[in-house]
Every structure is written in structure tokens, then in C-alpha cells.
């Protein structure tokens, strides 16, 4: 899938170009190809933004560390500005306290808008934050056995343990 060029769209019928995806993304590992569109309409001074697409990607289980196969579908719609950089006096500052009205995404009037680009940070927002195989998973079994052999040096320490344990057990009762 190519670039838009900016001031192109905007010369074309409508000023909307209609994407059609289906198309493994770059950095995206997925099992089936991207499907979906993409709607890109240039408003004059901002680019909107739609698309719908869904894939089938392989995660890892944060508590079992099984693999499963999970279906992501985005539905996103995004207004992105067009601005020049050398139009934002507080460009180059790095240190500035934004509002929350600025945080929105920029770019050039005379600039690309890649598509696979924005497609790719939608399905990155759209993977699921914890990662589960099962809401019922259990997580990796656990078997809490007592070591049967204890190294002597740590003898003593065992032995205050269970002095401590003792102690505590006889506080309980009283």
C-alpha cells in the first residue's frame, strides 16, 4: 500500500481516498493478512480518518506462558492536523507543559500519510493490555515441597524458624 500524498488528496474527487487492506503489516506478526480499509478525507486543515480491519496474532499468556491465538479488530476514526512545524513557536521547546487539546497528531500540509504506518499503531493499541489464554487460567502449577535435604549451614536458621513458628502457633492459642 502506497503513500498519500497530502496536497494530492486534496485535488481528489471528493477529496477522499478509500484503502483497501489486505496486507501482512511491517513489524506486526500476524497469522492471517490485515483485512480491511482505510478512509482518508481531507477536511482543509485536517486529514479524517477512518478505518475498521481485523487479524489473527499469536500472544504469549502472562501467567501460564502458553501461546494462544487471538483475534484484534480496530475500529478507529482520528482527526490528524495539518500544521507546519515552523507554524509552532513551542516546537523545538522540550520542556513545556502541554494541554490536553494539544495532544494531537500533526503533519505537514505539503507531507505523506502513510497508511500501513497508522494502521500498525491502531493494532498496537488494540492488543490487549494483559494478555490472558483464559480468564480461568491458573498460571503456571506450583508445587511447594520442602526441600528434603537442608544444607547444614542453614541448620541454625531452620532451627529458630521453627522456634519462631512454635512461639506463634502457642500466641494464637492463649
Not at 486529514?47 to 501467567?63: N, Q, W, Y
Not at 507546519?84 to 494541554?99: K, N, Q, S
Not at 524458624?161 to 494464637?172: F, I, M, T
Request: overall charge negative.
Amino acid at each position: 500500500m502506497e503513500v498519500i500524498y497530502i496536497p494530492q488528496l486534496a485535488k481528489a474527487p471528493e477529496q477522499t481516498e478509500k484503502l483497501t487492506v489486505l496486507h501482512h503489516l511491517p513489524h506486526l506478526e500476524t497469522l492471517t493478512p490485515v483485512q480491511g480499509e482505510v478512509l482518508v478525507t481531507h477536511c482543509g486543515t485536517y486529514l479524517d480518518v477512518k478505518g475498521h480491519a481485523e487479524a489473527i496474532v499469536t500472544l504469549s499468556c502472562d501467567r501460564c506462558l502458553q501461546q494462544y491465538n487471538h483475534r484484534v479488530r480496530v475500529d478507529a476514526a482520528e482527526f490528524i492536523w495539518l500544521q507546519r512545524a515552523e507554524d509552532d513557536p513551542l516546537a523545538d521547546l522540550l520542556d513545556r507543559e502541554v494541554a490536553l487539546e494539544d495532544l494531537v497528531e500533526t503533519l505537514e500540509p505539503d507531507g505523506y500519510f502513510r497508511p500501513l504506518d497508522w494502521l500498525y499503531e491502531q493494532f498496537c493499541l488494540a492488543l490487549p493490555p494483559k494478555q490472558l489464554c483464559d480468564p480461568a487460567c491458573q498460571g503456571i502449577p506450583f508445587e511447594a515441597e520442602p526441600p528434603t535435604q537442608i544444607d547444614h549451614r542453614w541448620a541454625s536458621l531452620q532451627s529458630l524458624q521453627l522456634l519462631s513458628e512454635n512461639l506463634q502457633g502457642e500466641n494464637l492459642q492463649n
